[in-house]
């Protein structure tokens, strides 16, 4: 069974590997090759990041108050319902979907993409190879390390803890029982799947980049790792992070090609 689920989760690496590259504009590469994706690219990108909350118009608090109340809402109504009907229902614990589920919230899918992605842009100089292996590391470092905080600080208690869906202990540091929210694995699921998605060339492999993160959100529920609104939080600060990265990198890119196009225009970025 293992063996199958490995199976299938390396096939999918490597359509997506395959699928989702972008194709090289030659004259664009050229007028964008000062986009590095190396280490200082990385600590200035970084500092930008810490400092974004500085700089959110209405439409950015107006979505960190939906997700808010959206968790809220998920704790006082759904949680402990879906809980108690999953829990009745286990014939699927060891499926194939379960599995692939929380093998794609894993550490190792990144690693492994990145990698790949990094390899073929090195060997073949393939720029939206590198561009793609920099927005996975940089995308999931940025989630792991908001989710892990938001985590210990909360403290919110496991599902199989039997304490309740309300049941917090902030600022737990030891152990993981009380490190519920939000869902790791949902989060770097959904921090992969964005980038993936956003980079596909295909509207079916946007679509199929977000099929495994469902399968994790699904799969840390079903297996009481995680409540519901443990998932949906995560999976929003997945999608908004690599959103982020990616949409940085692309606005990078626009304003280089529109310099490239006009040797004499000078562009200077207001934020």
């Known amino acids: 069974m293992d063996i199958i689920i490995n199976k299938i989760i390396l096939s999918f690496l490597l359509l997506t590997l395959c699928g989702s590259s972008l194709a090289q504009n030659p004259v664009l590469m050229d007028s964008v090759r000062q986009l590095k994706y190396n280490f200082s690219q990385f600590g200035n990108e970084s500092w930008d990041y810490i400092k974004q909350p500085t700089k959110w118009n209405g439409s ?5 108050g939906l997700i808010s109340a959206g968790t809220f809402l998920i704790i006082e109504t759904a949680d402990e319902p879906i809980r108690d009907v999953v829990l009745k229902n286990q014939q699927y614990y060891n499926s194939i979907p379960i599995k692939a589920g929380n093998v794609w919230g894993d550490w190792y899918p990144t690693v492994i993409l990145a990698g790949g992605f990094a390899l073929h842009g090195w060997l073949d100089d ?6 793609i292996a920099f927005e996975i590391t940089q995308a999931g470092l940025y989630t792991e390390i908001v989710t ?16 309740g869906a309300t049941t917090f202990k902030p600022f737990s540091f030891l152990g993981w029982d009380f490190t519920s929210m939000p869902a790791g694995h949902t989060s770097w699921a959904f921090s992969l799947s964005t980038v993936l998605s956003r980079n596909a060339k295909q509207d079916w492999l946007k679509v199929l980049a977000y099929l495994p993160a469902v399968l994790t959100f ?22 908004f992070i690599a959103t982020w990265v990616v ?3 692309e606005k990078k890119e626009s304003m280089m090609e529109i310099s490239s ?3 004499l225009t000078f562009i200077i970025p207001l934020n």
């Open 261 to 263: 196009s006009f040797p």
């Open 247 to 249: 949409d940085k990198h």
């Open 218 to 239: 699904v799969a840390r529920i079903y297996h009481d790792k995680h409540w519901t609104s443990d998932n949906f939080l995560a999976a929003a600060l997945g999608y």
């Open 126 to 131: 393939n720029y939206s190879s590198k561009k």
């Open 148 to 163: 892990q905080i938001i985590k210990h600080s909360l403290g919110r208690s496991r599902p199989y803890k039997e304490l």
């Open 60 to 64: 950015d608090w107006l979505k960190l």
